[in-house]
């Protein structure tokens, strides 16, 4: 009996388990969209407001490290009106290449997320992205960005 109890108990932990991971892949699959969609898509490619406002927080700051030990922010709405701007001028709203994304990886803990994120305009990788994201009552938000500008390759460097 006790043998059949452990069993059962096994089981119902495996079973846990396995929905609390799906859950989570759930989870991950839902940024990854809400990233597609309002940054790369929305901002980016797009200068879609409306996009935008659907997965970027009203509070987003694009944070970035200044000379010395200095730090500037762009909140959300100047880089929207940017984009738009810049739509005026190039294909897309900041270059006239498209932009991609290759996702590194995602990291869920309850109502909070990271995500690292590689970015491509055309084929060409330009930074590497963090993106910090918050679950609200209508969904995922992204809250914050931080980000590395790859340095350009010399002339005659391979």
Do not use: R
């Not at 990291?107 to 609200?136: C, M, P, Q, R």
Request: charge should be positive.
């Amino acid at each position: 009996m006790k043998k059949l109890i452990l069993a059962a108990i096994c089981f119902i932990s495996v079973c846990s388990i396995s929905f609390a991971q799906d859950d989570i892949q759930k989870e991950k699959e839902s940024i990854k969209m809400v990233i597609q969609d309002a940054y790369v898509d929305g901002l980016c490619n797009n200068a879609d407001e409306v996009a935008v406002n659907k997965g970027i927080h009203p509070g987003f700051n694009l944070i970035g490290a200044g000379k010395g030990n200095t730090m500037w922010k762009h909140p959300i709405y100047n880089w929207i009106e940017s984009a738009k701007e810049g739509k005026k001028k190039h294909k897309y709203a900041f270059q006239d290449e498209f932009t991609t994304i290759k996702f590194l990886f995602v990291d869920v803990t309850g109502n909070v997320a990271v995500s690292k994120i590689e970015f491509y305009e055309g084929g060409e990788k330009k930074f590497i992205d963090y993106l910090s994201l918050i679950k609200f009552e209508d969904g995922w938000k992204i809250v914050s960005k931080i980000f590395y500008s790859i340095p350009k390759e010399k002339k005659g460097e391979a």
